[in-house]
């Protein structure tokens, strides 16, 4: 056979070898990126335990959510608004609108837990619910209104728990576990920060 003809190893000089790696990176930096603007500030990570300070802290950083939100969306016009936060994301009118949802769904997932023993939830498909009507229909205001008023009662009752009552539990059907309320806590802590971050990314990307 022809030396022409002869199958040639792929060092790492060969055009081709070159080339695949070249694309690996970008792909590589195509999924890093797609991380980062999906979870700006890391996906969750649930403490073993709690006491006293972390209870507090994660009060306050959900009592705070309902500012941040003013703040994120301050100046925006509706353009803007519907710009979707990443590729096949959610645009800012359906975070407001679904931490509006979400957070509604968690308290009273918590008055559940606190006057039934241990109960079963009822969960929610998300993004269908980020899909309907009112969604589009009802200005971004009014769920920004509802999640002031919701947090203040929310954390108003968090305040005034006792240790059993932190421990008291629901059970999640998606899941199959039984959740305590202060697991509860510590993720939606997180949950209003991770959502108020892929917007405040997005508008610094864009130079809002």
């Not at 949802?101 to 929610?124: G, Q």
Request: proline fraction near 5%; hydrophobic fraction near 40%.
């Amino acid at each position: 056979m022809s030396v022409f003809f002869q199958e040639q190893p792929l060092t790492t000089k060969s055009p081709i070898k070159k080339f695949a790696i070249f694309i690996t990176s970008i792909y590589k930096h195509m999924e890093e990126n797609i991380e980062l603007h999906r979870y700006p500030i890391g996906r969750l990570k649930l403490a073993a335990s709690y006491d006293e300070k972390s209870l507090t802290a994660w009060i306050a950083s959900i009592r705070s959510i309902p500012l941040l939100l003013d703040y994120c969306i301050e100046n925006l016009d509706e353009a803007q608004l519907n710009v979707p936060y990443r590729s096949g994301g959610w645009n800012t009118i359906q975070v407001i609108h679904h931490i509006a949802d979400s957070h509604m769904n968690a308290y009273v997932r918590f008055k559940l837990a606190l006057t039934e023993d241990r109960p079963t939830i009822k969960p929610y498909e998300e993004q269908l619910w980020a899909e309907l009507p009112d969604v589009f229909d009802v200005p971004l205001n009014v769920s920004i209104t509802l999640i002031h008023a919701l947090h203040r009662r929310w954390t108003s009752l968090m305040s005034a728990l006792n240790d059993e009552q932190w421990n008291r539990e629901y059970f999640h059907p998606g899941s199959g576990e039984y959740i305590p309320l202060w697991q509860v806590a510590n993720t939606y802590h997180w949950h209003g920060k991770h959502h108020a971050e892929q917007i405040l990314s997005l508008r610094k990307r864009m130079g809002w």
